[in-house]
Antibody
Framework: QVQLEQSGADVKKPGAAVRVSCKASGFTFTDYYFHWLRQTPGQGLEWVGRINGKSGDTMYEKRFLGRISLTRDTSITTAYMDLSNLTSDDTAFYYC???????????????WGQGTLVTVSS | DTQMTQSPSTVSASVGDRVTITCRASQSISTWLAWFQQKPGKAPRLLIYKASTLQDGVPSRFSGDGSGTEFTLTIISLQPDDFATYYCQQYDTFPLTFGGGTKVEI
């Protein structure tokens, strides 16, 4: 069955960086984009960016430009989100979710990871 | 960016009630709209995509309608499992954007 398994909760100090991983199974990794989203009580749900599982091409929400990097390792079917220069405003649940690349007809965001809580605190 | 506005932010309802949630887009998004249900501590769950297409496994008491800038999610005969927060999301243009959510409470 389709699964997106994310890494565990993390606590970081302001100015640090965090890496969240998303291990995919049960489907062909390269047929999909992997989107990253986050959810905070104040800002609700927001889209962070996406990576093409086949080519590695990325697209980012402009407010994260300069401190976000999405990568993937097709050999272990895992996508990664690196976010640097953290502030308390980055405290949130981070989710990965899959989206079709056009070679498949599944709907966008039909499967999500379980979420990873990143807490930024001094 | 396309702004998504949901109303109401909270709705109080009882089991068996009919509930309608509205979502408005700041510009036309055709039918590139999805609805999600979220329960505390869980990831959002896709209910409806392309404004009115029910995702596999979602009960038929959920329905979606609309196009352009006005959309609705209707739950007929609310069940105990339906008390949750609902979000709309547009995928017409990047950045993808979500509504602020509607909490359906008892």
């Amino acid at each position: 069955q389709v699964q997106l398994e994310q890494s565990g909760a993390d606590v970081k100090k302001p100015g640090a960086a965090v890496r969240v991983s998303c291990k995919a199974s049960g489907f062909t990794f390269t047929d999909y984009y992997f989107h990253w989203l986050r959810q905070t009580p104040g800002q609700g749900l927001e889209w962070v960016g996406r990576i093409n599982g086949k080519s590695g091409d990325t697209m980012y929400e402009k407010r994260f430009l300069g401190r976000i990097s999405l990568t993937r390792d097709t050999s272990i079917t895992t996508a990664y989100m690196d976010l640097s220069n953290l502030t308390s405003d980055d405290t949130a649940f981070y989710y990965c979710a899959r989206g079709p690349r056009g070679v498949v007809s599944t709907p966008l965001f039909d499967h999500w990871g379980q979420g990873t809580l990143v807490t930024v605190s001094s | 960016d396309t702004q998504m506005t949901q109303s109401p932010s909270t709705v109080s309802a009882s089991v068996g009630d009919r509930v309608t949630i509205t979502c408005r887009a700041s510009q036309s998004i055709s039918t590139w709209l999805a609805w999600f249900q979220q329960k505390p501590g869980k990831a959002p769950r896709l209910l409806i995509y392309k404004a009115s297409t029910l995702q596999d496994g979602v009960p038929s008491r959920f329905s979606g309608d609309g196009s352009g800038t006005e959309f609705t999610l209707t739950i007929i005969s609310l069940q105990p499992d339906d008390f949750a927060t609902y979000y709309c999301q547009q995928y017409d243009t990047f950045p993808l954007t979500f509504g602020g959510g509607t909490k359906v409470e008892i």
